[in-house]
Each structure stands twice: as C-alpha cells, then as structure tokens.
C-alpha cells in the first residue's frame, strides 16, 4: 500500500509539472529531483559499496550470483510470456529454468545459453505494452533509477506478488537477496558514469533518452524524433564502460568521411 501510495502521489505531482523539454517526460521537474538524488545516494553509498564487493569478491562468485538471480528472472519471463501468448518463448524460458536450476546447481551456472536457448526477458511491464500501454512516460524511481510509468507500475506488481513463488520464505530474506542483486548489479555498471560524465552536458537528459530509445527498440515501438536524431543505446555505453573508454561524438566522423569518398 505504501508503494502504490508513493507512485500515487508521483502522478499527482504530474499536474504541477511545469512544461517538459521532451514529450515523454511530463514529469521532468520531479523527475530530475529524484535522479539527484540517486546520483548522491550513489556517490555516497552505493557505489562504495560495489567498488568494495569487486575488490573482496571473486569474478567467479559474482558471476554465479548474476546467474542465480537471472534464474529467477527467468521464471517470471515464462509467466510473462505465457500472458503474451508467446509459447515458443515460454517454453524456452521453462527449459532455462529446468536446467539452470537442476544441472546449473540452483542457477549459479548458465549452462542453458551454450545449449541454444538464448535468455529473451519479459517483464510485466513487456506484457502491459503488449497489450496496448505502449505510450508510457518517464519516471525515475528512487534508487532504482530509469524507468516509465508502465514499467514502474508492472515493477510494483510483481515484487507485490514475488512471496508466492515461494523462493525466498521470509521478508528478511526477500530484503537480502534485493540488496544483494542491487550490489551485483551496480558492480557490473562501474566506469558507466564517467562515460556519461564525458559524453553529455546534461547527464539527466543523456540518461533519459538513451533509455527511452532501448525501451523502444525492445518493444518494436517507434522510436521519438528526438532518439532518432541522438541514435543512443544504453547496450554501448556499458560496452565502453567496461572498456574504460570515454565516448566522443566525432570518434567515427574520420571513417565515415573516407567510407564516402569517391
């Protein structure tokens, strides 16, 4: 209730918004608000935090915990697949399941991506624009980060739901394994901010739009003027992230210029 009160009282603010820079950020003073408010959380704890579990705990180990609770995200694709009518992608997801946990000891090896069943996320938000809730606005969720209105609510949902799988028995353990996934997950994201520190002016608008544009590339939506003519892609940052790369506009220029000369 305390959740559904909180995006609540985020929709309301909507009506107070003053005119948004983007279409699809009505929400963009309260939007920035809470986006500088992860980035203090981040500098303060999170990212401390991350640095220090890389640094005490083996690749090998933090590889098996990305794997166990992709396992389980694997399990709430199948059902989201099935409410899609997606059976061939059900199915795989089933498969991965069936053998990440049994041969995989408990998802803490993937052995199903070698075998050919390729991993294809759905999330309930995925079904909610399957369904016809594709226009969805930008929302920045505390500490959590980018999202929309639609993901935010199918988000909400399923955490709400996430006692009946009966994987974790009690609230502690529920609150646990979350921190536990947010640590391994912002670990596998160190060296992205200072990609999007040296590639934008407007870190928030950099944010926002590369992520709109990969929502949409996701659902096969088309994609706002505005992320077309900036062409960004969250899948690349993090690829130069883990290269320790920073990214510059004009790092292609030369070769395109030669690719068009006569």
């Known amino acids: ?142 500490l959590l980060g980018p999202s929309t209105v639609r993901d935010g609510s199918g988000m909400l949902i399923s955490n709400s739901l996430e006692p009946a799988t009966g994987v974790f028995q009690t609230h502690t353990q529920a609150t646990a394994a979350r921190v536990l996934n947010a640590v391994n997950t912002r670990e596998k994201l160190l060296g992205l901010e200072e990609v999007v520190d040296g590639a934008a002016l407007d870190n928030y608008s950099y944010v926002r739009d590369g992520f709109l544009q990969m929502r949409a590339h996701q659902l096969g939506l088309p994609q706002g003027k505005q992320q077309q003519e900036e062409d960004l892609n969250i899948d690349d940052l993090v690829d130069d992230a883990d290269a320790s790369a920073p990214v510059t506009n004009d790092a292609s220029a030369p070769e395109a210029k030669d690719a068009s000369a006569p």
């Open 1 to 142: 209730m305390k959740r559904l009160l909180v995006v609540g009282g985020c929709l309301l603010l909507a009506a107070c918004a003053s005119t948004p820079s983007h279409p699809q950020d009505p929400l963009e003073p309260l939007n920035r608000a809470v986006y500088r408010f992860n980035d203090a959380a981040d500098k303060a704890v999170l990212k401390p935090v991350a640095q220090a579990y890389q640094k005490v705990t083996p690749q090998p180990v933090r590889t098996g915990v990305g794997n166990f609770f992709d396992n389980l995200r694997d399990v709430y694709s199948a059902a989201n697949h099935t409410l899609q009518g997606k059976a061939e992608l059900a199915l795989t997801d089933v498969l991965r399941v069936s053998f990440n946990s049994t041969f995989g000891l408990f998802g803490l090896i993937d052995i199903a991506t070698p075998m050919g069943l390729k991993s294809s996320k759905a999330t309930l938000g995925d079904t909610f624009a399957h369904y016809g809730w594709q226009d969805s606005s930008y929302l920045v969720l505390p």
